[in-house]
T-cell receptor, first 113, second 117 residues
């Protein structure tokens, strides 16, 4: 079974620019998550989707971050404008739901200059 | 506020010995518990999941859960150099409020494990 796909793998931008990340979950997984992992920390949940609806975005900095999952499959996460503190790895995960484990993609490493 | 605490290490263990990794959590409503392994520059990889009190064994790995003490641990037997990585403890709550899905995971900062040849 194919895993969670993410792109791009790496991105370097200057502060105040915008950037977007893409995620394709494991086939059949209704629940999709975006996490931010800063160096030396555990991943932190940004947003959770159930099909194409948002379940939890309480930790998403909504003044600069946005995310969508229009058809209940692929998802995009956008940052506009980027700040230096947004330098991190952005991880996408998916699960079947309930208490089933979450499986992570390879992540996108974002560097802000 | 959900919190998950782990000793950041590094934890150094001789090859062939048992590595013991510990984790405590603050939310008594936590229902699902996971251990992920993360190699440097890679994404987290699921190692074990445990949902009820007691031990769960899978190969060289044993997860132990004690909900009364809000404590979960991971034992790695016959440690190999390839086990050197950061081990992340994660917990979540599954509820109908999540629309039938699981809440997002709350992670600890991870324990850096070094297996010495």
């Amino acid at each position: 079974e194919a895993g969670v796909a993410q792109s791009p793998r790496y991105k370097i931008i200057e502060k105040r620019q915008s950037v977007a990340f893409w995620c394709n979950p494991i086939s059949g997984h209704a629940t999709l998550y975006w996490y931010q992992q800063i160096l030396g920390q555990g991943p932190k949940l940004l947003i959770q989707f159930q099909n194409n609806g948002v379940v939890d975005d309480s930790q998403l900095p909504k003044d600069r971050f946005s995310a969508e999952r229009l058809k209940g499959v692929d998802s995009t996460l956008k940052i506009q404008p980027a700040k230096l503190e947004d330098s991190a790895v952005y991880l996408c995960a998916s699960s079947l739901g309930g208490n089933q484990p979450q499986h992570f993609g390879d992540g996108t490493r974002l560097s802000i200059l | 506020q959900k919190e998950v605490e782990q000793n950041s290490g590094p934890l150094s263990v001789p090859e062939g010995a048992i590595a013991s990794l510990n984790c405590t959590y603050s939310d008594r409503g936590s229902q699902s518990f996971f251990w992920y392994r993360q190699y440097s520059g890679k994404s987290p990889e699921l190692i074990m999941s445990i949902y009820s009190n007691g031990d769960k064994e899978d190969g060289r790995f044993t997860a132990q859960l004690n909900k009364a003490s809000q404590y979960v641990s991971l034992l790695i037997r016959d440690s190999q150099p390839s086990d050197s990585a950061t081990y992340l403890c994660a917990v979540n709550i599954w509820s109908l409020d999540s629309g039938g899905g699981a809440d997002g995971l709350t992670f600890g900062k991870g324990t850096h494990l070094i297996i010495q040849p």
